[in-house]
């Protein structure tokens, strides 16, 4: 591989190194903006993703066809990528190589969290709904008495409440 190629594969991992670290920054946002409900900050951060998202994409098909990649090899593009590197750039390379996983793990991470908190919120939203709706599935209401199997109405719409 020649020296050029190598200038140029360096180059492009260290720009997928900043998008990526601002791909985390963006997931860190919308874990503050899930926490306080911020739904503007939150479309404006799933845009900034995709844009971002979009430009790794864009280095990673540079890559691919500065290589010359088959489109079945994408998917072992690092090893393949090492096995193409001169054996003195090769440190370098798995130093870039294990800071992108790095960053690309704790997204994930990041990312699952807010998916939690995502589903969780919903889930809590659709039982008040149906809760406040009579849809809820309740065998056991209490009153003042004593517990009661009901399914008429709902005690949180009955006007007795």
Not at 12 to 29: A, Q, V
Not at 83 to 112: C, G
Request: glycine share 0%; net charge negative.
């Amino acid at each position: 591989m020649e020296e050029t190629m190598v200038e140029y594969l360096e180059k492009s991992l260290y720009e997928k190194i900043f998008l990526y670290n601002d791909l985390l920054h963006c997931f860190k946002r919308e874990k503050e903006a899930l926490i306080n409900m911020d739904l503007d900050n939150l479309w404006n951060i799933s845009k900034e993703k995709d844009e971002l998202c979009s430009k790794i994409d864009s280095i990673r098909q540079k890559i691919f066809s500065a290589v010359h990649f088959e489109p079945d090899q994408q998917h072992l593009a690092p090893a393949l990528i090492m096995a193409r590197v001169p054996v003195k750039d090769r440190a370098k390379f798995h130093e870039l190589y294990y800071t992108l996983q790095k960053l690309k793990n704790e997204i994930d991470a990041i990312r699952e969290l807010n998916v939690r908190a995502v589903d969780h919120s919903l889930k809590f939203l659709d039982e008040i709904i149906s809760i406040i709706s009579g849809q809820a599935r309740q065998d056991v209401i209490y009153n003042d008495r004593c517990r009661l199997n009901q399914s008429k109405s709902n005690m949180i719409l009955s006007r007795e409440v």
